[in-house]
């Protein structure tokens, strides 16, 4: 569990994001997830263990009250006011979600042949993606205690094991004359390291730290750990990194694993990990499907929100809407612009969520290479170049066709990606991609589909660094999104979000109407 507080978000609203927001972009530039993981949890919006003490609003909890289910209207059909409307339709409240966008999901997004895409810059693209084939351009993979996996089950959507590391994976940095297998790199680092603390053990430098009678323990430890040989020396094993020799220390600092070897330390990515079988959208269409679709108006641009002393009333291109409630679960940043009468208190909140950026290309390919040369099936190559890192797709082995991950990165990398239209990303994958992998690389390429999240309409960004636990409601109007969680930028935080706002709405609604 972390209890840590975040830094005040109720604060004067000046220095703090400014502080926060350099500090991660910063690091997300510098270390990738890892990195920008250790900067969230120092912020205290690391994930605690998942809240498993939640009970749905049942229609019976109206019988004591005497009420009946009132009106919502969700404002946006992401994951959050999606899950809203799911939780409050099992206790038969009337909802109405809105959203801009021409489909639901949100972030939740999942790109396949046919589809097109248009940016807030007016940049197009058209997905020209073979039959089975998709792209999931926002969440891809799902740690097994998340409550999204209770939502699978719970919703029939199948789930299958996405791998997320993989020793015959590469790591490429600049410098490197060529890719090296992450499990050589992995098997040198230890090696050396060992060897370094076991020398230091033997020569008495640490005898301070650790007592005689466990130096012995520590040394027979440190044997195993880096396959270290009789004299304590590294010199590698067939077992662990096949015949050559191990390069020299200097070459195996110079891979930087620090960022590699640890993110799957952490409890967010740690393995085994899992997708839904189909694309990551299954998840969505099954809650619209639940919710039915004719609770839910697409492009229905949210243009004002009003309270008023006895509900709601929103404003949107579609029409306008009143209800005894409101969620609202829409980027803040966004939220922040809509004329009508939140308070200022909850404007500056809103207000001080900052947008993080990432973004990802899909790359696909008329031949699984990667699997008939590379022997590679599934995991992640990680690259200090501008690509940051590729995955290879954990589903669909030995087919004909396949869709990697050309690039997937955050912070500034993924800003400067944004600014281009996409034929110069797609080249960009591919240069770098290249550099990895080989001509086949761009010679059997079918087509590529790339998404920068600062770009995306309605959303602008990745995901937003907002104050990481629960706020409002601001009258008649409840919040809801991953910003507001331990759980930003996994839909984890959406659903727990929703379903601690669908918990507080009810008990108001038991006791008001
Ligand atoms: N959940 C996202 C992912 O799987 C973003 C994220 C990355 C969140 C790293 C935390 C740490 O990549």
């Not at 220095?15 to 910063?26: D, I, K, Q, W, Y």
């Not at 120092?42 to 009970?55: K, V």
């Not at 096949?242 to 393995?271: F, I, K, S, W």
Request: aromatic share 8%; charged share 20%; with cysteine.
């Amino acid at each position: 569990m972390n209890d840590a507080k975040p830094d005040a978000p109720e604060n004067d609203g000046k220095a703090t994001p400014v502080t926060r927001r350099t500090l991660l972009v910063s690091l997300g530039a510098l270390g990738g997830a890892g990195a920008m993981y250790a900067a969230m949890g120092a912020l205290g919006l690391a994930p605690g263990e998942q809240r498993t003490n939640y009970t749905p609003p049942q229609p019976a909890d109206f019988a004591l009250s005497g009420r009946s289910a009132a009106k919502v209207v969700i404002l946006g059909a992401g994951v959050a006011g999606l899950a809203c409307a799911y939780e409050l339709g099992k206790a038969g409240y009337d909802c109405t979600v809105l959203e801009a966008a021409d489909r639901v999901g949100g972030r939740n997004l999942t790109i396949r042949g046919g589809d097109t895409l248009t940016e807030t810059t007016g940049e197009r693209q058209q997905a020209t993606f073979g039959e089975g084939v998709y792209f999931n351009a926002g969440p891809a993979r799902i740690a097994q205690w998340m409550v999204t996996l209770d939502y699978c089950r719970e919703l029939g959507v199948p789930i299958e094991p996405f791998i997320n590391g993989n020793a015959s994976a590469y790591i490429y940095n600049t410098g490197m004359t060529a890719p090296v297998r992450f499990g050589a790199a992995r098997a040198d680092t230890y090696g050396y390291l060992s060897e370094l603390l076991a020398k230091a053990t033997s020569q008495g430098a640490l005898d301070e730290a650790v007592p005689e009678a466990d130096r012995q323990v520590l040394l027979d430890l440190l044997r195993q750990f880096g396959d270290l040989g009789e004299k304590l020396t590294y010199e590698g094993s067939v077992l662990r990194r096949g015949e050559d020799a191990p390069p020299p220390l200097r070459e195996v600092l110079g891979y930087n694993l620090g960022p590699a070897l640890t993110y799957d330390l952490t409890t967010e990515q740690a393995m085994p990990m899992f997708q839904p079988v189909g694309g990551m959208d299954t998840i969505v269409t099954a809650l619209a499907d639940t919710i039915g679709r004719d609770r839910i108006t697409l492009s229905a641009a949210v243009t004002k929100i009003t309270n008023l002393p006895d509900g709601v009333e929103i404003t949107h291109q579609k029409g306008v809407t009143r209800a005894a409630y409101c969620v609202a679960a829409l980027p803040p940043h966004l939220m922040a612009k809509i004329p009508g009468n939140l308070t200022p208190a909850t404007l500056t909140q809103l207000r001080q969520a900052i947008p993080f950026s990432a973004g990802k290309i899909g790359l696909e390919y008329g031949r699984r290479w990667w699997e008939l040369e590379d022997r590679i099936y599934g995991g992640i190559t990680e690259t200090d170049q501008e690509i940051a890192r590729i995955w290879y797709p954990s589903h669909g082995f030995h087919t004909q066709r396949g869709l990697l991950l050309g690039y997937y990165n955050f912070a500034e990398q993924a800003e400067s990606l944004a600014r281009l239209k996409h034929p110069e990303r797609l080249e960009k994958a591919l240069t770098q991609g290249e550099r990895i992998h080989g001509p086949k690389y761009r010679k059997d390429l079918l087509a590529g589909v790339s998404m920068a999240w600062d770009n995306r309409p309605h959303i602008e960004g990745a995901w937003v660094i907002g104050p990481g636990q629960p706020m409002g409601p601001d009258g008649r109007v409840y919040f809801a999104g991953d910003w507001l969680t331990h759980l930003i930028a996994w839909q984890a935080g959406a659903f727990e979000s929703a379903r601690q706002t669908v918990t507080t709405l009810h008990q108001r609604a038991l006791k008001e109407g």
